[in-house]
């Protein structure tokens, strides 16, 4: 009689089903649980409206040289308003003082949906704020020459406090 060689009962390799449903359902737990209370757009937010007011503030100075009309910016609360002015700039005042000077709303390319569809307004989402020279009103005019009334500093303010400036002679935003 001959003898078989030895062979060592062979184990399949793999996860059994319970294995695999029980890693499923702890997973599940997990998603249910922690994933909500990550914050993976921090930052986000704030980053993308400070470089929505900066288009807009551009978009404005370029829109008084095109349209060759005063331009007015005005910061209200956490959103910018553009209005332009009806008349051409030698017979006006050329200041945005007050709302009635500059009648004529100055449409955005985009709505923003963050304010309601306004076509004129750019608004800040939650948790996040815009100033002015620190103050949260202020006016900024651009006159057909694309030159600002004065020199003015944006701050967007969130997790962190991102500054630009609009610079007095020349408009130029950075």
């Given at each position: 009689?001959?003898k078989l060689p030895f ?32 914050d993976l757009l921090r ?66 390319p985009t709505a923003d ?62």
């Open positions: 009689m001959m062979t060592p009962h062979l184990r399949a390799a793999g996860f059994t089903l319970i294995e695999l449903i029980v890693v499923m359902i702890i997973i599940g737990i997990m998603a249910f649980a922690v994933l909500p209370r990550l930052g986000f937010d704030e980053i993308g409206y400070r470089d929505k007011v900066k288009s807009t503030l551009e978009y404005a100075r370029k829109s008084a040289v095109a349209q060759r009309r005063n331009v007015c910016v005005r910061t209200v609360g956490n959103s910018l308003l553009l209005t332009i002015e009806n008349d051409v700039p030698e017979s006006s005042a050329g200041t945005c003082t007050a709302v009635a000077s500059f009648p004529r709303n100055l449409a955005l949906r963050a304010c309601g569809g306004a076509t004129n307004q750019v608004c800040a989402p939650a948790n996040v704020t815009l100033t002015q020279d620190g103050n949260s009103t202020g006016n900024l005019t651009f006159t057909p020459l694309g030159v600002p009334s004065a020199a003015a500093t944006y701050t967007v303010t969130g997790d962190a406090a991102h500054s630009f400036t609009v610079e007095a002679e020349t408009g130029y935003v950075h």
